[in-house]
Nanobody
C-alpha cells in the first residue's frame, strides 16, 4: 500500500513560482509511475503531468514550458516545479501513483494523496 502526501501549495502572484512535493511511503518508490492532477472549483479533474519509472514525462498542453515534473528515487519524492503561474492554474493539486506496468491504463485506480491548494492571485 502506497501513501502519498503533498506539500508546497499556497498563494502566489501571477508570474510567480511554486514547487509542489509528493512524499511517498509504504512501498517501493521506484516501481511506480507518478502523476499530478488538478481540480478547479466547478471543473473536472484534469491531468497536469506524469513521469514513468524510466523518467519519461508527459504534460498537458496548457502547462508545457512552464511546469516540470521530476522524481528523486533516493528521497521517494516527486516534484512539480511550476513557473510563470497564471490565475487559471488555481486549483487543488493531487499526486497520484500507479505501478509502472499499469501506466498505460491511467491513474484512476491508483493511489491518491489528499491534495494541496494552489491559488494564483494578485
Amino acid at each position: 500500500q502506497l501513501q502519498l502526501v503533498e506539500s508546497g501549495g499556497g498563494l502566489v502572484q501571477p508570474g510567480g513560482s511554486l514547487r509542489l512535493s509528493c512524499a511517498a511511503s509504504g512501498s517501493i518508490f521506484r516501481f511506480y509511475a507518478y502523476g499530478w492532477f488538478r481540480q478547479a472549483p466547478g471543473k473536472q479533474r484534469e491531468l497536469v503531468a506524469t513521469i514513468t519509472a524510466g523518467h519519461s514525462t508527459n504534460y498537458t498542453d496548457s502547462v508545457k514550458g512552464r511546469f516540470t515534473i521530476s522524481r528523486d528515487n533516493a528521497q521517494s519524492t516527486v516534484y512539480l516545479q511550476m513557473n510563470s503561474l497564471k490565475p487559471e492554474d488555481t486549483a487543488v493539486y493531487y499526486c497520484t501513483a500507479v505501478a509502472d506496468s499499469d501506466y498505460v491504463r491511467g491513474f484512476e485506480r491508483g493511489y491518491w494523496g489528499q491534495g494541496t491548494q494552489v491559488t494564483v492571485s494578485s
